[in-house]
């Protein structure tokens, strides 16, 4: 059983899904490998996973409308997030996520209080927080609490 699952709705989700495959170092499930070279991808459904237990889900639904974050007309679908302790480990998440094709949409990475980097995917799903871990004495100016 995995032991993290998450779906995707969007209009094209062979590109998106290679896009996750890419960029989490994910694997096709059996069955929902790509076709060949040259056959059209009409996909409508399939599944990323790795030997860890994740599993990403990929679907076409009648409907998608693309995301308005920040605004909050049509909210963001998906949210996986990294962490991490320095600046220059986030900036070479964000280069490579940018490099397989996703859009910077905010940095906030001088923000003392909440530092992060949010991108949206291909399909222009705002998806990805990239946030830096605070240590003691940076969150408001003291000690972190638990």
Same mark, same amino acid.
């Given at each position: 059983?995995?032991?993290?699952?998450?779906?995707?709705? $969007?209009?094209?989700?062979?590109? #998106?899904?290679?896009?996750?495959?890419?960029?989490?170092?994910?694997?096709?499930? %059996?069955?929902?490998?790509?076709?060949? %070279?040259?056959?059209?991808?009409?996909?409508?459904?399939?599944?990323?996973?790795?030997?860890?237990?994740? &599993?990403?889900?990929?679907? &076409?639904?009648?409907?998608?409308?693309?995301? #308005?974050?920040?605004?909050?007309?049509?909210?963001?679908?998906?949210?996986?997030?990294?962490? $991490?302790?320095?600046? &220059?480990?986030?900036?070479?998440?964000?280069?490579?996520?940018? %490099? +397989?094709? %996703?859009?910077? /949409? /905010?940095?906030? #990475?001088?923000?003392?209080?909440?530092? /992060?980097?949010? /991108?949206?995917?291909?399909?222009?799903?705002?998806? +990805?927080?990239?946030?830096?871990? +605070?240590?003691?004495?940076?969150?408001? $100016? $003291?000690?972190? #609490?638990?």
């Amino acid at each position: 059983m995995a032991r993290y699952r998450r779906h995707v709705s $969007g209009c094209r989700p062979p590109p #998106t899904a290679e896009f996750y495959r890419e960029l989490l170092g994910l694997e096709y499930r %059996a069955g929902y490998e790509p076709p060949p %070279a040259g056959v059209p991808d009409d996909r409508e459904w399939l599944t990323l996973h790795n030997a860890a237990g994740w &599993q990403l889900a990929f679907q &076409q639904p009648d409907c998608v409308r693309p995301s #308005t974050w920040p605004e909050g007309e049509v909210p963001a679908a998906v949210s996986p997030r990294h962490r $991490g302790g320095h600046r &220059q480990e986030l900036e070479q998440h964000r280069d490579r996520a940018l %490099a +397989l094709g %996703a859009t910077q /949409l /905010l940095d906030r #990475t001088d923000d003392d209080d909440a530092p /992060l980097y949010v /991108l949206a995917d291909p399909a222009g799903q705002p998806a +990805l927080r990239l946030r830096r871990e +605070l240590s003691d004495g940076q969150l408001n $100016g $003291g000690p972190r #609490t638990a």
